[in-house]
């Protein structure tokens, strides 16, 4: 994942909403004191959880149960977004997740 830049499409607040560099964007991915992932639910609503994670290798890592709602909504549906916070400086993104233990 290292060396890989995202592609950016339209922010989705438009006047003055400006796309973040993605330099600067995994900076603070790997400041950020606080995550929060948002997955969806078998019925279709989100589900919003902060979880521990570490920016690493390019990539978000988190801590979940195997058995937990999030778990098992990202082995449905691996489409996620994230939230990343450091002090009053925010970022946000969509992904997938995925099993990196096995």
């Known amino acids: 994942m290292a060396g890989k ?3 950016a499409g339209q922010p989705y607040r438009a006047g003055d909403t400006t796309l973040t560099p993605w330099a600067e ?3 603070r991915l790997a400041r950020a ?3 929060r992932l948002a997955t ?6 989100p589900h919003l959880v902060p979880v521990l994670g570490v920016w690493v ?3 978000l890592h988190f801590v979940a149960s195997r058995t937990s709602r999030i778990a098992r909504n990202l082995e449905r549906d691996p489409a996620l977004r994230h ?3 450091q002090g009053r400086a925010r970022s946000g993104g ?3 997740g ?3 233990d096995g």
Do not use: C, F, K, M
């Open 5 to 7: 830049e995202p592609t």
């Open 25 to 27: 964007a995994r900076e």
């Open 33 to 35: 004191d606080t995550y």
């Open 40 to 45: 969806v639910r078998t019925d279709g609503l």
């Open 57 to 59: 290798g390019g990539a």
């Open 83 to 85: 939230r990343s916070e």
């Open 94 to 96: 969509r992904g997938r």
């Open 98 to 100: 995925h099993d990196v």
